[in-house]
């Protein structure tokens, strides 16, 4: 049997042409295949360029979130020195206020005494020496003299006391005065610290401006404000976690705890601009207190006795302080302008504890307010005196 084989020639014809199709189509082949590899290399540089760009982003808000902590705290600490620098400039202007009346009352009383030397000195000298010796000699009657001797003596004696009480009283007068210098020099010194205070706390809020017109920048889409929530949420509960029970004997309340429900104060007076349980963000996230907005540095008040277990600068909360009341409930006081209190102080019921601030990057002031028990967010309303503070 033979079988069917091609001519030399074709064969030969078949060959060269299936040659030349392999060398047309081998380098479309390797050319798309350098294609795919370059563009696979674009991409994953792409890749890695959002990646970086991401990272950056991330440690930018975190470094941008660190300085606002920073200056809020700094802010806070500022607003208590200018407290404290007020009451010292009151108390100076009450002590200059008591030194001037009783300055006024030195010269009244100086006035007197000199009314009365002048008298007597006029009355003196209208007599002179010898008409006192004649008053004196005139008395035919031994007791007449006796008691004319008697009235020279005490008219001596009360000019003498007039002098030396009117001597006194210029002395005193020349004490309160030089107190009263000493003191309007130390109330200068108080109203020129008190300006400083105030032009560093300009300054920082002029700061914090910049800072969260920055952070605002950073979080444009809703998406990432909602990411910020969500991680300011995740961030407090974790401080939550690591905060640990007190020993009971540290606790002072008079009551426990879980029998002051309906009965406790609000924190401060103000209006609810966000209750419990209500949408925050994208109906993805509710709130878990409530908002009282207040004016800028009103007190806040400890709803009951307990212990501080926090007291400090968190993000999204701002100046934050906690406290520990017992039987696993916790109060949280949020977005203050500072703190008057720190971790272990004992607080009793309605002491005041912190001031009404917008710390947390917050635009306007107000605060927050969150009740928990066991770690578990539960609503103020039904704990606190009235639906609404004040």
């Not at 878990?288 to 540095?297: K, N, Q, S």
């Amino acid at each position: 049997m033979k079988f069917f084989t091609l001519s030399k020639p074709i064969s030969q014809h078949l060959l060269v042409l299936a040659l030349a199709v392999l060398l047309i189509l081998l380098p479309l082949t390797v050319t798309a295949n350098s294609d795919e590899k370059n563009r696979l290399k674009q991409i994953q540089t792409e890749i890695k360029k959002l990646r970086r760009e991401v990272d950056e982003t991330r440690e930018t808000r975190k470094t941008t979130q660190q300085q606002l902590g920073r200056i809020e705290k700094q802010i806070g600490s500022l607003h208590q020195d200018l407290r404290k620098t007020q009451q010292q400039k009151e108390q100076e202007q009450q002590k200059i206020d008591r030194l001037n009346q009783q300055q006024a009352a030195s010269k009244t009383r100086s006035n007197k005494h000199l009314s009365v030397l002048k008298e007597l000195i006029q009355l003196r000298h209208r007599q002179g020496e010898q008409g006192q010796l004649k008053l004196l000699l005139s008395q035919q009657n031994i007791n007449a003299i006796g008691r004319n001797s008697h009235y020279l003596r005490h008219f001596n004696a009360a000019q003498l006391e007039t002098i030396n009480t009117l001597n006194n009283e210029l002395t005193n007068l020349q004490a309160l005065e030089q107190q009263g210098r000493e003191r309007q020099q130390q109330l200068t010194k108080t109203e020129q610290q008190l300006n400083k205070q105030q032009q560093q706390l300009n300054r920082e809020q002029q700061q914090r401006k910049q800072l969260l017109s920055s952070i605002n920048a950073q979080l444009r889409s809703k998406e990432s404000q909602l990411r910020q929530l969500l991680e300011n949420a995740k961030a407090l509960e974790q401080l939550i976690q690591q905060i640990k029970p007190q020993d009971k004997q540290r606790l002072t309340q008079s009551s426990k705890f879980s029998t002051l429900k309906g009965k406790l104060p609000w924190p401060t007076n103000g209006k609810l601009s966000a209750k419990f349980g209500q949408p925050r963000h994208l109906g993805k996230l509710n709130w878990e207190g409530v908002v009282i907005d207040a004016p800028m540095g009103n007190n806040v008040r400890a709803v009951a006795d307990g212990n501080v277990v926090f007291a400090d600068w968190i993000r999204g909360y701002g100046l934050l302080l906690i406290i520990d009341h017992g039987q696993e409930y916790l109060t949280l006081y949020g977005q203050n302008q500072s703190l008057n209190k720190q971790v272990g102080d004992t607080v009793e019921q309605n002491e005041v504890i912190s001031t009404v601030g917008n710390s947390g990057g917050n635009s306007t002031p107000g605060l927050y307010f969150e009740l928990r028990k066991k770690g578990k967010p539960i609503n103020p309303q039904r704990w606190c005196r009235g639906s609404r503070p004040g």
